[in-house]
């Protein structure tokens, strides 16, 4: 079993900045690719940002150039720099996990994040 444990989100105004952090504990050492998935109010679950086991990320074109995925094998963590905020990426962040040995994804509890206007 993989824990994904969030934290870092919060209430920002248009244009600022936060850092979401996603630790992973447990049965780490085969995860292939780890990121944040988010769900606005209402809307699908979308793919924000990944990164694999060799550091290579992968960005939706709407976030590209304004968020920073990264990550502390050491730690096994990864953060997610968030600038230039804009109202509609309000929502829950969640973490997540991949394993391609069993094809299983794990999930992280979810971290709100508000753009306020």
């Known amino acids: 079993q993989v824990q994904l444990v969030e934290s870092g989100g919060g209430l920002v105004q248009a244009g600022g900045s936060l850092r979401l952090s996603c630790a992973a504990s447990?049965?780490?050492?085969?995860?292939?690719?780890m990121g944040w998935y988010r769900q606005a109010p209402g809307k699908q679950r979308e793919l924000v940002a990944a990164i694999t086991k060799s550091g290579n990320t992968d960005y939706v074109d709407s976030v590209n150039g304004r968020f920073t995925l990264s990550s502390d094998n050491a730690k096994k963590t990864v953060y997610l720099q968030m600038d230039s905020l804009k109202p509609e990426e309000t929502g829950v962040y969640y973490c997540y996990a991949h394993k391609w040995s069993v094809a299983y994804d794990y999930w992280g509890q979810g971290t709100q994040v508000t753009v306020s206007s």
């Open positions: 447990g049965s780490i050492s085969n995860i292939n690719v």
